[in-house]
């Protein structure tokens, strides 16, 4: 882009992709455990001190490097509170195993893979923008992109957090619904209750039939499949 500035901005930024690693594996493992609550507490602290960092440092003049140093001291806060809310949960070991990489080498492989094709296709509009139209056309398309694409950004994480563990677990994973079905007394007659439904797996809704008796939902607190 012809921007001297960003000589020196890129190699600060790039300190993030070391600092992202401190936190990483944390990270992955609260999702895995369905722990959003403290992640989303963590991403909300770190946030807010990004924000008091870039408002000090433009207040003292840093101009552009506010913003930088502000995304820097994110991630930062974001891994180490990760770090020391997780350490001693699962304590870290080091060891080296060769075959113990090899699972993990081949899924990485494909990873890199698909997020480099993905980067391209999802960004490749604002690398022609920014080399043939210039750096000011490209930040007022960059910032309406952002805001178009940020419903996406935030909620597509969280779908796919959950349908992940559901497809790894799906013994575990349950589907709450509410149960309404018609019973019949042979007293009374026809009487409607309302009971909770736990329903361990898809396959129990095409297995429910109207006519369960009162003991089998007494039972199970629900419909055996």
């Known amino acids: 882009y012809n921007q001297p500035e960003m000589v020196q901005i890129i190699p600060i930024l790039c300190v993030n992709v070391i600092i992202s690693s401190i936190g990483r594996q944390f990270r992955t493992v609260c999702y895995k455990e369905l722990r959003f609550k403290i992640v989303s507490l963590i991403d909300v602290v770190s946030e807010v001190v990004s924000l008091l960092v870039a408002f000090t440092l433009a207040i003292f003049g840093y101009g552009v490097?506010?913003?930088?140093?502000?995304?820097?001291?994110?991630?930062l806060t974001s891994n180490l509170v990760l770090l020391i809310c997780n350490i001693r949960l699962h304590p870290i070991t080091f060891e080296y195993s060769t075959e113990c990489l090899k699972p993990f080498l081949k899924i990485g492989v494909y990873q890199v893979g698909a997020q480099t094709l993905n980067y391209f296709s999802r960004d490749l509009d604002v690398l022609i923008i920014g080399k043939f139209?210039?750096?000011?056309?490209?930040?007022?398309?960059?910032?309406?992109k952002q805001l178009v694409m940020r419903p996406y950004s935030v909620i597509n994480p969280i779908i796919n957090n959950c349908l992940r563990y559901a497809l790894?677990?799906?013994?575990?994973?349950?589907?709450?619904a509410s149960l309404s079905a018609p019973?019949?007394?042979?007293?009374?007659?026809?009487?409607?209750i309302d009971a909770p439904l736990n329903l361990?797996?898809?396959a129990h809704l095409q297995s429910f039939r109207p006519n369960r008796t009162e003991n089998q939902i007494a039972n199970c607190?629900?419909?055996e499949g």
Do not use: I, W
């Open 200 to 202: 361990a797996t898809p």
């Open 221 to 223: 607190g629900g419909v």
């Open 168 to 176: 790894n677990h799906p013994e575990k994973f349950c589907f709450a």
């Open 65 to 75: 490097y506010s913003l930088v140093l502000s995304v820097v001291f994110q991630c």
């Open 183 to 192: 019973l019949h007394d042979r007293k009374s007659g026809p009487m409607h």
């Open 133 to 144: 139209l210039g750096t000011d056309l490209l930040g007022g398309y960059s910032l309406a």
